[in-house]
């Protein structure tokens, strides 16, 4: 069994990394079988140490997104989750715009690759 702690960046982006009801840190945790647990301004992560590292790799992911103001979907995890599995990041890539009005990210770093640069 492996632990690891990660600090929380502000606790309105670790609310939504959470989810609704914890709906995003229920999938996380059956996702990669670990713990995790918020202990004032740390989460500590519990198991495999594989899982446990991807799990902190994950977590930093989405805090970071989070705290620039994003709200987090279903979707966001389950890609971030593939993401980390793969060993990719497209979580840098900045969105484009389509039509002046939609905002478009990539959902894989074989799209990511794609984008013009900014």
Do not use: Y
């Not at 929380?8 to 995003?24: L, P, Q, W, Y």
């Not at 989405?62 to 994003?70: I, Y």
């Amino acid at each position: 069994m492996s632990e690891a702690t990660l600090a929380v960046i502000e606790s309105k982006a670790i609310r939504r990394v959470f989810g609704d009801s914890d709906v995003h840190l229920r999938t996380i945790r059956e996702s990669l079988g670990i713990r995790i647990i918020l202990d004032g301004n740390e989460l500590l992560l519990q198991g495999e140490p594989e899982a446990v590292r991807m799990g902190a790799v994950l977590l930093e992911r989405l805090q970071r997104f989070a705290a620039r103001g994003n709200e987090i979907a279903a979707e966001d995890v389950q890609r971030a989750l593939l993401e980390v599995r793969a060993g990719a990041d497209v979580s840098g890539v900045k969105p484009i715009e389509v039509f002046g009005v939609q905002r478009v990210r990539p959902k894989t770093a074989g799209e990511g690759e794609k984008l013009p640069a900014p």
